[in-house]
T-cell receptor, first 110, second 117 residues
Framework: KNEVEQSPQNLTAQEGEFITINCSYS?????LHWLQQHPGGGIVSLFM???GKKKHGRLIATINIQEKHSSLHITASHPRDSAVYIC????????????FGTGTRLQVTL | EAQVTQNPRYLITVTGKKLTVTCSQN?????MSWYRQDPGLGLRQIYY???????DKGDVPEGYKVSRKEKRNFPLILESPSPNQTSLYFC????????????????FGSGTRLTVV
């Protein structure tokens, strides 16, 4: 079993829909990252969080440390949100070690 | 512009011929890392560095070497490449400490697609 599990693996939505991507992990962590990988391959860091909730534009990330679970929400989705979203965790006691989920492929259609 | 620069973007090489993939960042970040990405396996960490002369192994370090002689540079060295090192490689950096703004996480390079024949 992977230390980081994402669901769903694939997701298709219509423009304007509210989207949720989930990430569960099995180890103690000091931080969790959400990344976005564009169809061209480039990777962008969306959030780094260790507790609570963060918001940036139409994106919201939440984390529940006790339940070892994080969610990434996209409000009012748009075709330009189509990408692979990757969850990564930094285990407790490490400064820069990351373990990744295998990603959620999102396609937003008109 | 704040960025992580990787070179080359594409490389085809033969088994056993030593190569270096360069990574440079202009943000004065303490932490730098190398990852490889393979279909079905996702991203995996190869090596990371917490500062100059401080490096440590990630999950898949076999067959790779790194060095951090200067804060801005973190080259990845394949002393004797093999076909199973064919992959998409990413370098990334981040500053020490908590991210105050949501986007203050890792900055990734554009990737290096390596093929070893």
């Amino acid at each position: 079993k992977n230390e980081v599990e994402q669901s769903p693996q694939n997701l298709t939505a219509q423009e304007g829909e509210f989207i949720t991507i989930n990430c569960s992990y099995s180890v103690g962590i000091s931080a969790l990252h959400w990344l976005q990988q564009h169809p061209g391959g480039g990777i962008v860091s969306l959030f780094m969080l260790s507790s609570g909730k963060k918001k940036h534009g139409r994106l919201i990330a939440t984390i529940n440390i006790q339940e070892k679970h994080s969610s990434l929400h996209i409000t009012a989705s748009h075709p330009r949100d189509s990408a692979v979203y990757i969850c990564a965790v930094r285990p407790t006691g490490t400064a820069s070690k990351l373990t990744f989920g295998t990603g959620t492929r999102l396609q937003v259609t008109l | 512009e704040a960025q992580v620069t990787q070179n080359p973007r594409y490389l085809i090489t033969v088994t056993g011929k030593k190569l270096t993939v360069t990574c440079s960042q202009n943000m004065n970040h303490e932490y730098m890392s190398w990852y490889r990405q393979d279909p079905g396996l996702g991203l995996r960490q190869i090596y990371y560095s917490m500062n100059v002369e401080v490096t440590d192994k990630g999950d898949v370090p076999e067959g790779y070497k790194v060095s951090r002689k200067e804060k801005r540079n973190f080259p990845l060295i394949l002393e004797s490449p093999s076909p199973n090192q064919t992959s998409l490689y990413f370098c990334a950096s981040r500053p020490r400490g908590q991210a105050i703004l949501p986007q203050w996480g890792y900055t990734f390079g554009s990737g290096t697609r390596l093929t070893v024949v």
